[in-house]
C-alpha cells in the first residue's frame, strides 16, 4: 500500500495517531478519569512519568486546566441573568431558619429524654439478668451439693444392706450351711439360692457402682467446695467398702465360676474404672496359682540345669490350664455390646503372670547367650502368643496373600468362613481385639525380653567365624571324602568353597532364622559372598604379581596348580547356579509374607551375589593361562640357540624342524589331558582356555623370533659392510653368487620349519593356526617371499 505524501503532519510529538481534531487530548490523558471518587493524583501522575516526559505532563495538564476555565466561563455567561436574579430571590431567610429551629430543638429534646430513659432500663434489665444468672448458678451448686448428698447418702445406705447378704460370705461358711442342709435333702434348692444371692448382690453392686460414678462426676463439677470437703472422708470409706465388697463378689464368683455374678461384678469395676484391680484380683486368684505349679519360682523352687529353661512343654501346659480355669471370664470380657471391652485380661492377667514366672523361675530362657536354645524358645513364645490372640500363628499369612491364591468368588467366601472360624476359636473375636492387646506394655515388655539383636550377633560371629576359619590358610584343600558331601546336593570339591555353602545355608535354617532379623541375615549372606569374593581377588592379584608376601592371606595362590584353580572353577559355577537356583528359591518361600517390592528387592540381592561370583571366573582363568604360557615359554627360549648355531662354522640349509619345537605346546596339552580337565571343565570353559592359552603363547612366539630375525639381519648389515670395506682395500672381486645364502636366511628358514611344525602340533590340539592373528604375523616374518601370502604346513 502508496504512502500518501500529502497528508497532514501530526501536531506534536505526542500526537502519532490519525488526524487529530483541534482540541483533541492525548490518548494517554483521559480527563474523565478525574472524576473518579477514588482518583489518586500521585498515583495518576506517577503511572504517566513512566512513558510520558515531565514537561509534555505539565504542559497537557497546564491545556486542560484553561479549558475548563474557559467552559467555566462560558457556563457563567450563559446563564448569568439566573445569577444576578438569585440575590433577590432570597427573601426573610433568617426568619425561616428561626422559625424551623425551634421544633427542631423541641425533638432533640425528647430524644434525649427517652434515650436516658432507655439507658436506665437497660442498665436495670442488665443488672436483673446478672442477679438472675447468679442465682441460676447458686441453684446449681445447690442442686450438686444435694444431689451429692443424697448419692453418698443412698450408696451408704446400699453397702449397709450389703452384709445381710451371703454371697459375700466365705466359701468355708456356704460349705458348712450347704452340709448342714444336704441332711434335710433340700441341697439343690440352696445351692440355687446360693447362685441367686451371689447374682443379686452382684447386681446390687453394680448398682452401687453407678451411683459412685455419679457421685465422682458430681466431685469433679464442685471441686474446692468446703460442703464436699466435709463429705469426702464418707466417700472414701464407700469407696474402700465397694472395693471390698466387690472383690469378695468378684472371687465368690470366680471360685462358682458364676457367669451373671461375673459378668455383673466387671460391669461394676468398668463403672468406676478401676479395670486394674479386677485383672489384679483374676491374676492373683486364677492364674498366678496353676502358673506356680507350671513354673515354680518361689523361695523353695530349686534351679535346674539348661533343661530347666525350656519354655515349650510350660506354654503346653499353661495353655490347658487356660482353656480349664480362663476361657469363661474371656468369653464374658469380650460380650457383643457389654462395654467390658476395656478390660485385659489377656495381657495385664495372663501374660503379665507368665512374664514374671519365666523372669523369676526361669531367667536363663531370654539369654541369647545359647543361640539355639534362645530360638527354641523364642519361637515357643511366638506361638504361645498367636494362641493367646487366637490367630494359631496362620492368620496373617492367609490374610495377607488371601488375594494372590484364590481364584473365585466360591473360595473367597469359603476363606472368609473360615477366618470367622478361627476367631470364634480364639481368644482375641476381632482384628481389633488383637491390636489392643498388641499395643498392651505388658506385651511390649514381654517381646523387649527377647534380645534378637544380640542372638543375630552371636549368629553372625559363628557363621562368619566359621568361614573366615576357612579361609585362613596357605594351599587350597581339596575334600579328602566327596562321596560324604553330597548332602550338599552339589559335588564341590574345596574345603573353602563347602564351608561358604554351608555359611550360606545357615542364614536361613530353621534352627537359626528369625525372621524378623531376616533383613539382617540377607546382608550377612551379601557379606559372606563378598568375603569369599574378595579372598579370590585378593589370591588372584598376589598370583599375578608374583608377590607373596604383598598380602597375607594370599599364600594359598601363590603355591597353587593349574589343577587347583580347576577346582575353583568348578566350585564357582556350582556356587552361582545353587545359589540363583534352589537357594533364591528357598529364601522367597521362606519370606513370602512380604510385600512384593521387597520380595522383588531380595531377589535383585541374592542373584546379584549370585552372578558375582560368576565375575571371578576370568581371574581365574588368566592365572590357569599365564602358568601354561610360562611354561610354554621356557621352551621357547631355545630360539637364541639357533643364532649361534648358524654363526658358527658353515652350515647348510635346515631340512628339518627344530627339537624344541614339540615341547613348546607339551605343557598345555598334558593339562588338557588331565582327568581334572575332563571331570570338572565344561567343554565351553575348556575351549575358551584353549584358544586364550594357544593365542598368549603364539603371541610371545612372534615376540621371541621377531627380536631374533631383527636382531640377526642388523648384525648381518654390519658384518656385510665390514667384509665390502676389506675387499675394497684387497682389490678383491664383490660380486656374490646366486648360490650364496646368508646366515640370516637361513635362520629364517630354520624358523619357518619350525613355526609349520608349530601349527601342525596346535592343529593337533584343534587349534586352526591360521586364524591366530599372531600366528600371521609370525608367518610373515620369517616366511620365504614367494610363500608368504599363503599359509601352508
Given at each position: 500500500?502508496?504512502?500518501?505524501?500529502?497528508?497532514?503532519?501530526?501536531?506534536?510529538?505526542?500526537?502519532?495517531?490519525?488526524?487529530?481534531?483541534?482540541?483533541?487530548?492525548?490518548?494517554?490523558?483521559?480527563?474523565?478519569?478525574?472524576?473518579?471518587?477514588?482518583?489518586?493524583?500521585?498515583?495518576?501522575?506517577?503511572?504517566?512519568?513512566?512513558?510520558?516526559?515531565?514537561?509534555?505532563?505539565?504542559?497537557?495538564?497546564?491545556?486542560?486546566?484553561?479549558?475548563?476555565?474557559?467552559?467555566?466561563?462560558?457556563?457563567?455567561?450563559?446563564?448569568?441573568?439566573?445569577?444576578?436574579?438569585?440575590?433577590?430571590?432570597?427573601?426573610?431567610?433568617?426568619?425561616?431558619?428561626?422559625?424551623?429551629?425551634?421544633?427542631?430543638?423541641?425533638?432533640?429534646?425528647?430524644?434525649?429524654?427517652?434515650?436516658?430513659?432507655?439507658?436506665?432500663?437497660?442498665?436495670?434489665?442488665?443488672?436483673?439478668?446478672?442477679?438472675?444468672?447468679?442465682?441460676?448458678?447458686?441453684?446449681?451448686?445447690?442442686?450438686?451439693?444435694?444431689?451429692?448428698?443424697?448419692?453418698?447418702?443412698?450408696?451408704?445406705?446400699?453397702?449397709?444392706?450389703?452384709?445381710?447378704?451371703?454371697?459375700?460370705?466365705?466359701?468355708?461358711?456356704?460349705?458348712?450351711?450347704?452340709?448342714?442342709?444336704?441332711?434335710?435333702?433340700?441341697?439343690?434348692?440352696?445351692?440355687?439360692?446360693?447362685?441367686?444371692?451371689?447374682?443379686?448382690?452382684?447386681?446390687?453392686?453394680?448398682?452401687?457402682?453407678?451411683?459412685?460414678?455419679?457421685?465422682?462426676?458430681?466431685?469433679?463439677?464442685?471441686?474446692?467446695?468446703?460442703?464436699?470437703?466435709?463429705?469426702?472422708?464418707?466417700?472414701?470409706?464407700?469407696?474402700?467398702?465397694?472395693?471390698?465388697?466387690?472383690?469378695?463378689?468378684?472371687?465368690?464368683?470366680?471360685?462358682?465360676?458364676?457367669?451373671?455374678?461375673?459378668?455383673?461384678?466387671?460391669?461394676?469395676?468398668?463403672?468406676?474404672?478401676?479395670?486394674?484391680?479386677?485383672?489384679?484380683?483374676?491374676?492373683?486368684?486364677?492364674?498366678?496359682?496353676?502358673?506356680?505349679?507350671?513354673?515354680?519360682?518361689?523361695?523353695?523352687?530349686?534351679?535346674?540345669?539348661?533343661?530347666?529353661?525350656?519354655?515349650?512343654?510350660?506354654?503346653?501346659r499353661i495353655k490347658k490350664y487356660i482353656d480349664d480355669d480362663c476361657k469363661f471370664l474371656l468369653k464374658i470380657s469380650f460380650t457383643e455390646n457389654s462395654g467390658l471391652h476395656v478390660f485385659s485380661f489377656l495381657a495385664n492377667s495372663i501374660l503379665r503372670?507368665?512374664?514374671?514366672?519365666?523372669?523369676?523361675?526361669?531367667?536363663?530362657?531370654?539369654?541369647?547367650?545359647?543361640?539355639?536354645?534362645?530360638?527354641?524358645?523364642?519361637?515357643?513364645?511366638?506361638?504361645?502368643?498367636?494362641?493367646?490372640?487366637?490367630?494359631?500363628?496362620?492368620?496373617?499369612?492367609?490374610?495377607?496373600?488371601?488375594?494372590?491364591?484364590?481364584?473365585?468368588?466360591?473360595?473367597?467366601?469359603?476363606?472368609?468362613?473360615?477366618?470367622?472360624?478361627?476367631?470364634?476359636?480364639?481368644?482375641?473375636?476381632?482384628?481389633?481385639?488383637?491390636?489392643?492387646?498388641?499395643?498392651?506394655?505388658?506385651?511390649?515388655?514381654?517381646?523387649?525380653?527377647?534380645?534378637?539383636?544380640?542372638?543375630?550377633?552371636?549368629?553372625?560371629?559363628?557363621?562368619?567365624?566359621?568361614?573366615?576359619?576357612?579361609?585362613?590358610?596357605?594351599?587350597?584343600?581339596?575334600?579328602?571324602?566327596?562321596?560324604?558331601?553330597?548332602?550338599?546336593?552339589?559335588?564341590?570339591?574345596?574345603?573353602?568353597?563347602?564351608?561358604?555353602?554351608?555359611?550360606?545355608?545357615?542364614?536361613?535354617?530353621?534352627?537359626?532364622?528369625?525372621?524378623?532379623?531376616?533383613?539382617?541375615?540377607?546382608?550377612?549372606?551379601?557379606?559372606?559372598?563378598?568375603?569369599?569374593?574378595?579372598?579370590?581377588?585378593?589370591?588372584?592379584?598376589?598370583?599375578?604379581?608374583?608377590?607373596?608376601?604383598?598380602?597375607?592371606?594370599?599364600?594359598?595362590?601363590?603355591?597353587?596348580?593349574?589343577?587347583?584353580?580347576?577346582?575353583?572353577?568348578?566350585?564357582?559355577?556350582?556356587?552361582?547356579?545353587?545359589?540363583?537356583?534352589?537357594?533364591?528359591?528357598?529364601?522367597?518361600?521362606?519370606?513370602?509374607?512380604?510385600?512384593?517390592?521387597?520380595?522383588?528387592?531380595?531377589?535383585?540381592?541374592?542373584?546379584?551375589?549370585?552372578?558375582?561370583?560368576?565375575?571371578?571366573?576370568?581371574?581365574?582363568?588368566?592365572?590357569?593361562?599365564?602358568?601354561?604360557?610360562?611354561?610354554?615359554?621356557?621352551?621357547?627360549?631355545?630360539?637364541?640357540?639357533?643364532?649361534?648355531?648358524?654363526?658358527?662354522?658353515?652350515?647348510?640349509?635346515?631340512?628339518?624342524?627344530?627339537?624344541?619345537?614339540?615341547?613348546?605346546?607339551?605343557?598345555?596339552?598334558?593339562?588338557?589331558?588331565?582327568?581334572?580337565?575332563?571331570?570338572?571343565?565344561?567343554?565351553?570353559?575348556?575351549?575358551?582356555?584353549?584358544?586364550?592359552?594357544?593365542?598368549?603363547?603364539?603371541?610371545?612366539?612372534?615376540?621371541?623370533?621377531?627380536?631374533?630375525?631383527?636382531?640377526?639381519?642388523?648384525?648381518?648389515?654390519?658384518?656385510?659392510?665390514?667384509?665390502?670395506?676389506?675387499?675394497?682395500?684387497?682389490?678383491?672381486?664383490?660380486?656374490?653368487?646366486?648360490?650364496?645364502?646368508?646366515?640370516?636366511?637361513?635362520?629364517?628358514?630354520?624358523?619357518?620349519?619350525?613355526?609349520?611344525?608349530?601349527?601342525r602340533n596346535l592343529a593337533s590340539l584343534g587349534v586352526d593356526a591360521a586364524n591366530i592373528p599372531s600366528y600371521r604375523s609370525l608367518w610373515q616374518c620369517v616366511a620365504p617371499r614367494d610363500r608368504q601370502n599363503t599359509i601352508s604346513f
Open positions: 500500500m502508496a504512502m500518501d505524501l500529502h497528508s497532514p503532519l501530526p501536531k506534536s510529538a505526542t500526537d502519532l495517531f490519525g488526524d487529530p481534531k483541534e482540541d483533541a487530548h492525548p490518548l494517554w490523558l483521559n480527563p474523565t478519569k478525574f472524576l473518579d471518587p477514588e482518583f489518586d493524583p500521585e498515583s495518576y501522575i506517577s503511572d504517566l512519568r513512566t512513558f510520558v516526559p515531565f514537561d509534555t505532563l505539565r504542559s497537557e495538564l497546564r491545556s486542560h486546566l484553561s479549558a475548563l476555565k474557559h467552559e467555566l466561563v462560558e457556563l457563567i455567561n450563559r446563564d448569568y441573568a439566573d445569577f444576578v436574579s438569585l440575590s433577590t430571590k432570597l427573601v426573610d431567610v433568617d426568619e425561616a431558619v428561626v422559625r424551623m429551629r425551634a421544633p427542631l430543638l423541641e425533638i432533640k429534646e425528647k430524644i434525649l429524654a427517652f434515650r436516658n430513659a432507655v439507658d436506665g432500663s437497660l442498665i436495670a434489665l442488665q443488672s436483673r439478668l446478672k442477679q438472675r444468672a447468679q442465682a441460676n448458678e447458686a441453684r446449681e451448686v445447690l442442686e450438686l451439693l444435694l444431689d451429692t448428698f443424697h448419692v453418698v447418702s443412698k450408696v451408704e445406705k446400699l453397702i449397709k444392706e450389703l452384709p445381710s447378704v451371703p454371697a459375700d460370705w466365705a466359701s468355708s461358711d456356704i460349705n458348712s450351711i450347704e452340709k448342714g442342709q444336704l441332711s434335710n435333702g433340700i441341697s439343690f434348692q440352696h445351692a440355687e439360692n446360693g447362685t441367686n444371692l451371689r447374682e443379686t448382690q452382684s447386681m446390687l453392686l453394680e448398682r452401687i457402682a453407678s451411683e459412685m460414678n455419679r457421685l465422682k462426676f458430681y466431685i469433679a463439677h464442685a471441686k474446692n467446695m468446703p460442703f464436699i470437703e466435709n463429705m469426702v472422708k464418707r466417700i472414701q470409706n464407700a469407696g474402700v467398702l465397694l472395693d471390698t465388697s466387690l472383690g469378695h463378689c468378684f472371687v465368690d464368683g470366680l471360685e462358682h465360676k458364676d457367669g451373671s455374678a461375673i459378668y455383673n461384678c466387671l460391669r461394676a469395676y468398668a463403672a468406676i474404672d478401676n479395670t486394674k484391680s479386677a485383672e489384679d484380683i483374676f491374676r492373683v486368684k486364677v492364674v498366678a496359682p496353676f502358673v506356680q505349679k507350671v513354673i515354680p519360682h518361689g523361695s523353695s523352687s530349686a534351679v535346674g540345669g539348661e533343661s530347666e529353661d525350656e519354655l515349650d512343654q510350660d506354654y503346653d503372670e507368665v512374664l514374671s514366672a519365666i523372669q523369676k523361675g526361669k531367667p536363663g530362657a531370654f539369654s541369647p547367650g545359647r543361640p539355639t536354645k534362645f530360638l527354641k524358645n523364642y519361637k515357643s513364645t511366638l506361638n504361645f502368643l498367636a494362641y493367646l490372640e487366637g490367630s494359631r500363628g496362620t492368620f496373617s499369612t492367609f490374610y495377607i496373600h488371601i488375594n494372590s491364591w484364590l481364584i473365585n468368588y466360591f473360595l473367597i467366601y469359603i476363606c472368609l468362613i473360615v477366618t470367622l472360624y478361627i476367631f470364634m476359636l480364639g481368644h482375641c473375636p476381632s482384628r481389633s481385639a488383637i491390636a489392643k492387646f498388641r499395643e498392651e506394655a505388658v506385651y511390649m515388655e514381654f517381646i523387649k525380653q527377647w534380645n534378637t539383636g544380640v542372638y543375630f550377633t552371636l549368629r553372625f560371629q559363628e557363621i562368619a567365624g566359621t568361614l573366615e576359619s576357612a579361609l585362613v590358610v596357605t594351599a587350597l584343600q581339596p575334600s579328602q571324602n566327596l562321596s560324604s558331601d553330597q548332602g550338599h546336593s552339589l559335588n564341590l570339591v574345596l574345603k573353602q568353597s563347602i564351608s561358604l555353602l554351608d555359611c550360606l545355608r545357615s542364614c536361613w535354617r530353621d534352627d537359626v532364622l528369625v525372621l524378623s532379623c531376616s533383613d539382617k541375615f540377607l546382608r550377612l549372606f551379601l557379606q559372606l559372598l563378598s568375603r569369599f569374593s574378595n579372598w579370590l581377588s585378593v589370591g588372584m592379584d598376589a598370583r599375578n604379581a608374583g608377590n607373596a608376601g604383598s598380602k597375607s592371606g594370599s599364600e594359598w595362590a601363590i603355591s597353587a596348580s593349574p589343577e587347583d584353580f580347576l577346582y575353583i572353577i568348578h566350585d564357582l559355577n556350582c556356587l552361582a547356579e545353587e545359589i540363583c537356583g534352589g537357594y533364591l528359591e528357598r529364601v522367597l518361600e521362606l519370606l513370602k509374607s512380604c510385600s512384593p517390592e521387597v520380595l522383588y528387592l531380595v531377589r535383585q540381592s541374592i542373584l546379584q551375589g549370585g552372578n558375582s561370583l560368576k565375575v571371578l571366573l576370568p581371574l581365574v582363568m588368566n592365572s590357569i593361562i599365564k602358568t601354561l604360557v610360562e611354561k610354554s615359554v621356557e621352551d621357547l627360549k631355545q630360539l637364541k640357540g639357533i643364532t649361534a648355531t648358524y654363526r658358527v662354522g658353515q652350515r647348510p640349509l635346515p631340512v628339518r624342524h627344530s627339537p624344541y619345537v614339540s615341547g613348546v605346546l607339551r605343557p598345555l596339552k598334558a593339562f588338557l589331558d588331565g582327568e581334572q580337565v575332563a571331570t570338572y571343565l565344561t567343554g565351553d570353559l575348556r575351549n575358551e582356555l584353549l584358544h586364550s592359552a594357544t593365542s598368549e603363547i603364539t603371541r610371545r612366539y612372534y615376540e621371541l623370533a621377531a627380536e631374533l630375525v631383527s636382531v640377526a639381519r642388523k648384525t648381518e648389515s654390519s658384518l656385510q659392510k665390514i667384509r665390502l670395506g676389506a675387499q675394497k682395500r684387497a682389490g678383491a672381486s664383490t660380486e656374490v653368487t646366486d648360490n650364496n645364502v646368508s646366515d640370516t636366511d637361513k635362520m629364517c628358514m630354520q624358523l619357518f620349519l619350525d613355526i609349520q611344525e608349530y601349527a
